[in-house]
């Protein structure tokens, strides 16, 4: 199997092979079309293999144009670090589609990420007590989320994330 096999859009080919990609990664492969059938994933595979691209890529094939301020994917990760690399991946992605992708975590000032989330993303990716803490002040509206992924989950209970994991759920439309 090829990119070209996935029925991708050419501003997500282009970006591909911009990037030197040739052919999807057995998860990405194996992911694309359930993610796309809107079913849930469990992924499990090693580091390095594309799992992140293997998420992103049917979510960003299915992302239309919104001029809508709230969020419509939801990335959550344990790490600022993963935050980081999350967002920056996606851009990458995204390179020569329209929009807007934001990354929040806690140890950056509060009022710098409501700031932010005010001016409106299209995807956000987000530790959990940072994405919790905006919920709960109301400036994050998550009534708009049609995808969620929840990336390294293991790691975000081992962290003690569970709460915030849990009231983040009660949050999200049905």
Aim: charged fraction near 20%; hydrophobic fraction near 45%.
């Amino acid at each position: 199997m090829t990119f070209q096999d996935l029925d991708l859009s050419n501003p997500l080919r282009n970006a591909i092979d911009d990037l030197g990609f040739q052919q999807p990664t057995p998860i990405q492969e194996q992911a694309f079309s359930i993610i796309r059938s809107g079913s849930d994933v469990v992924g499990i595979a090693q580091t390095g293999t594309g799992k992140t691209f293997a998420y992103v890529l049917p979510i960003l094939r299915d992302l239309k144009f919104s001029k809508q301020q709230n969020p419509r994917v939801l990335i959550v990760v344990p790490t600022r670090e993963l935050v980081v690399q999350v967002v920056e991946e996606v851009e990458k992605l995204a390179k020569y589609i329209t929009l807007r992708v934001l990354g929040v975590y806690g140890g950056v000032n509060l009022n710098r990420h409501k700031q932010a989330v005010a001016q409106g993303c299209d995807i956000i990716v987000a530790t959990p007590g940072r994405l919790y803490d905006l919920a709960v002040s109301r400036v994050l509206k998550l009534k708009s989320i049609q995808k969620l992924v929840i990336d390294e989950v293991d790691v975000m209970l081992d962290l003690g994330f569970r709460f915030q994991i849990l009231n983040i759920f009660d949050l999200l439309p049905q």
